[in-house]
């Protein structure tokens, strides 16, 4: 596997689900982000991760949780979704110090019911 | 408040043509400016990028043009082709931030054959 990986590339959930979306980056970089992408908006940041610590946090509702146990990985955990929440979850790296390059995964198709 | 705004919404372009997209902002911090294209089902790629102390950058077809004082700058393909067909997204950072992008809201390129 090259590049950046994500995990279910579909997901559908029901309102009291629990499902976690998983990202793995096969580039050797340092810096893991998740942004979630509706259609007509800018792509919106939610959380920034940098040698395994969150250096950013966009107001993001609890009801979504990150994790990042190492820096190839990065979870995302999600827990009594609204269907509001229904998108494209995208996982993205990047080396610190590139002056933001960032690669991105395919995304994760969520569908809140 | 959207930060970075991008025109036009839809672009349709006879092949062969040239396809130009437009994006303002107001932070004059901003230091790093990329373009991602999307096809569907993918995750944006890194196109194109320009920095703030040079007026144009051109890789192959694509060409950045950047206007500092007019706080501008767009997007050129040259010699459109359907291959080109996909979602455009302006971004910027800012320099006092290692990670945190703003995105324009895309332009759906549709290039005719």
Redesign the interface.
């Known amino acids: 596997e090259t590049g950046?990986t994500q995990t279910p590339r579909h997901l559908v959930m029901g309102m009291t689900n629990k499902k976690s979306l998983k990202c793995e980056q096969h580039l050797g970089h340092n810096?893991m982000?998740w942004y979630k992408q509706s259609a007509?908006?800018?792509?919106e940041?939610m959380f920034?991760y940098?040698l395994e610590e969150r250096?950013?946090n966009n107001s993001v509702p609890s009801r979504f949780s990150p994790e990042c146990p190492n820096s190839s990985h990065l979870f995302l955990h999600l827990h009594t979704l609204q269907p509001e929440d229904s998108a494209l979850y995208?996982c993205?790296s990047?080396q610190?110090?590139s002056?933001?390059?960032?690669?991105?995964?395919?995304?994760t198709r969520l569908t809140v019911l | 408040q959207?930060q970075?705004k991008q025109s036009p919404q839809s672009l349709i372009v006879q092949k062969g043509g040239i396809s130009i997209i437009n994006c303002a902002y107001e932070n004059t911090a901003f230091d790093?400016f990329?373009w991602?294209q999307q096809f569907p089902?993918?995750?944006?790629?890194?196109l194109i990028?320009i920095?703030p102390d040079v007026s144009e950058k051109k890789e192959g077809r694509f060409t950045i043009s950047f206007n500092k004082s007019a706080k501008q700058f767009s997007l050129h393909i040259m010699d459109s082709q359907p291959g080109d067909s996909a979602t455009y997204?302006c971004a910027a950072?800012s320099g006092g931030s290692?990670?945190?992008?703003?995105?324009?809201?895309?332009t759906l390129l549709t290039v005719n054959p």
Do not use: C, I, M
């Open positions: 950046v810096a982000y007509k908006k800018p792509l940041l920034v940098s250096v950013e995208l993205a990047s610190e110090g002056g933001g390059r960032q690669f991105f995964g395919p995304g | 959207q970075v790093y990329p991602y089902g993918k995750g944006p790629a890194l990028a920095r997204f950072k290692n990670y945190k992008l703003t995105f324009g809201k895309g």
